[in-house]
């Protein structure tokens, strides 16, 4: 059940010494990694079932060094 994959999760987290999270968060790591290495947005649209791009768009989280990177690019420009 969901509850007991939180319980789960919430477990692991604590052993591991971090800070709670949903898993749901998980969702939005998993997003954003797979942009951030390369992956259509196409792509991790389908494999997380959403409807849209601007649903998937909406989970992506930048680091800071992968803001410093984009902006980067502006230089090119």
Known sequence: ???HMQD???RIL???NMQH???HSLRHTFATR???AGMSPNTVSSLL???TIRMTLSYVHNS???FKEDASL???I
């Open 1 to 3: 059940t969901a509850r």
């Open 49 to 51: 079932g959403h409807g």
């Open 21 to 23: 999270y949903g898993t």
């Open 34 to 36: 797979c942009l951030e």
């Open 14 to 16: 604590k052993v591991c």
């Open 8 to 10: 789960t999760f919430d």
């Open 74 to 76: 502006l230089n090119r």
């Open 64 to 66: 800071p060094e992968k």
